[in-house]
């Protein structure tokens, strides 16, 4: 979903075990993260009932060590 908020006050006002920033303008729900793909040295996220994969920033590939 699109949301006009600043993404810094709005990070502030999720939950940060269920809210994960994985680029600079990318937020996503952990629960609907299907799997993680390593590609070309990237990471890159496939959430259920999307085809789209989503890119993640070296910044942020801490949270998926576990996966």
């Known amino acids: 979903s699109l949301i006009r908020k600043p993404l810094k006050e709005?990070?502030?006002?999720?939950d940060p075990e269920q809210f994960w920033q994985i680029h600079r303008g990318t937020l996503v729900n952990s629960r609907a993260i299907s799997?993680?793909?390593r590609e070309d040295d990237r990471l890159q996220l496939v959430l259920r009932g999307h085809e789209e994969r989503l890119e993640v920033s070296r910044s942020y590939t801490h949270l998926f060590r576990a996966m």
């Open 10 to 14: 709005l990070t502030g006002e999720l």
């Open 35 to 37: 799997h993680a793909l």
